[in-house]
């Protein structure tokens, strides 16, 4: 039989259980691919060791492109909720309404993709890589 006491203390750790629980997030990995000028896609994987892509609801999807030492801008954005194993720049998806509308990359600048997702019941989930284009037009990660 609980106590006043026990049930206070019960109450409390249950409490603080909820708040760790929904307080926690946790990440995966989105990978760029292809070449300047080019499609660039981006992938997504559970870990960086994965060779296959995973599916996630992105509810979403931000790129940015360096203007200044410490000023980015962002040049597409994506928002709603869809499940996708990977993004191809610029392309419209269901599910996700296009916040910005995709602007052409430049091959002297710095990029950076943020990527949020949210798969019951799990914590959401984050992701991001910073790149760049290295004079051939390949990709170059500059994490």
Do not use: H
Request: aromatic share 16%.
């Amino acid at each position: 039989m609980f106590t006043v006491k026990n049930r206070f203390l019960l109450f409390w750790l249950c409490v603080l259980a909820i708040l760790f629980l929904t307080s926690c997030s946790r990440t995966f990995v989105v990978k760029p691919i292809g070449q300047f000028g080019k499609q660039i896609t981006f992938q997504f994987y559970k870990t960086a060791s994965d060779v296959d892509p995973s599916e996630f609801s992105i509810v979403e999807f931000v790129v940015q492109e360096q203007v200044d030492a410490d000023k980015w801008i962002t040049i597409w954005e994506l928002a709603g909720d869809q499940s996708l194993d990977r993004i191809e720049y610029g392309k419209k998806y269901e599910g996700l309404d296009e916040v910005v509308a995709a602007k052409p990359f430049s091959k002297d600048r710095q990029y950076r993709v943020l990527a949020s997702e949210i798969t019951w019941p799990n914590p959401k989930g984050y992701a991001g890589v910073s790149f760049s284009f290295q004079s051939d037009g390949t990709i170059r990660f500059d994490n």
